[in-house]
């Protein structure tokens, strides 16, 4: 049978209560009054520019480098730094540190001179673009090609209509593949009440501010949750930096080319056109079988945006003898950043990556 706690236990949780409630106000006038905390750690130089295509390529952290190149793709939406917010926790840092040659292709807001894009352009002109350049660049023909959310959706789609290019192995994260598994995002671009025409006519790129509602709406309270996590964790400055960081990134949304837009929403949201096989670029029908180069899918176990419904025909319709479909705990961002991810995704990528970058 347990005891009362003594007067002298008692005076010190009240000590400890006051002493943090004060630390909070305190940190919390800080917080109003500062600057977002700085990101992207890891040194880059930028060899490739078009418009809204960035391609920069990382330098080296270690002294031997495995011989293939990766090329990151990122979401055509997002930032590009939520893979290396800052030293140590950093997933490009972390590649660099194991050996790995590391590029990313990522994104600049279009401008409205771009808003023709559309989806042929990804795939037929800035993919091919980039691993042409990461050939160039790094003297190697060979290139491993790991592609994050719609990154990996434009690189599936790349990797399809190019079987025997240069790409010889292939991971994508939090990819959808079943457009109709997207559960209440699928809604929210219903054809009944959502006028794609309208809206890209009309404005020419979309806004961020329609992918940010698209993503709010599938958890509506995610933001007062958040921020009541922020305040508990006020006075601990390690959280407070970390939550900011994430918070700078999920603000930093990116407006999409108008075309490019239309045709997503049309061609993969409304038709699921890689599921049935409808979905045509340039005149060629895309056929995921045909893709065979070794290949790594991972998927996230609590992923809110992409939902296993959507994200699991993928690993059955590519065509390679070598291919794996791993399951991780966290969700769709925490999957590739956070202490998540370091204990996760990390090691096992570098664990497929050691045996096929030699």
């Not at 599936?156 to 209440?184: C, E, K, Q, R």
Request: with cysteine; net charge negative.
């Amino acid at each position: 049978m347990s005891s009362a706690p003594d007067d002298t236990t008692i005076a010190a949780r009240v000590t400890a209560t006051v002493d943090r409630a004060i630390q909070r106000n305190i940190k919390g006038l800080e917080y109003f009054g500062s600057s977002a905390p700085a990101v992207g750690a890891s040194a880059r130089d930028l060899i490739h520019a078009r418009g809204t295509m960035l391609l920069y390529h990382y330098r080296p952290l270690a002294d031997e480098i495995y011989r293939i190149p990766i090329l990151l793709v990122m979401a055509t939406s997002s930032r590009g730094y939520i893979l290396d917010l800052a030293p140590g926790q950093s997933f490009v840092e972390y590649l660099l540190k194991r050996g790995y040659d590391v590029y990313m292709l990522d994104w600049a807001p279009p401008t409205q001179a771009e808003k023709s894009l559309d989806l042929a352009t990804y795939v037929d002109d800035f993919i091919p673009d980039c691993i042409a350049k990461v050939q160039e660049d790094s003297g190697e023909t060979d290139v491993t090609l790991a592609a994050y959310c719609m990154g990996g959706v434009l690189s599936s789609i790349y990797m399809a209509l190019n079987p025997d290019g240069p790409v010889v192995n292939f991971v994508t994260f939090t990819t959808p593949v079943n457009w109709h598994g997207m559960g209440l995002f699928s809604s929210f671009s219903d054809k009944r009440w959502f006028d794609v025409d309208r809206l890209v006519d009309t404005l020419g790129n979309v806004p961020p501010e329609v992918i940010v509602a698209s993503f709010d709406m599938l958890r509506p309270v995610s933001r007062i949750a958040g921020n009541i996590r922020l305040w508990d964790n006020m006075w601990n400055d390690e959280a407070v930096t970390a939550f900011r960081r994430l918070e700078r990134w999920g603000n930093d949304t990116l407006p999409l080319a108008g075309e490019y837009f239309r045709d997503t929403t049309k061609k993969l949201m409304w038709d699921n056109g890689l599921i049935e096989k409808t979905l045509e670029i340039s005149g060629r029908i895309v056929d995921l079988g045909k893709i065979t180069v070794p290949f790594l899918h991972v998927v996230a176990e609590h992923d809110h945006i992409v939902q296993y419904e959507a994200s699991s025909p993928l690993i059955k319709m590519v065509g390679s003898a070598d291919k794996e479909e791993v399951i991780l705990k966290g969700g769709h961002v925490s999957l590739v950043a956070g202490a998540n991810a370091q204990k996760r995704l990390w090691p096992r990528l570098d664990q497929w990556l050691q045996e096929r970058s030699v």
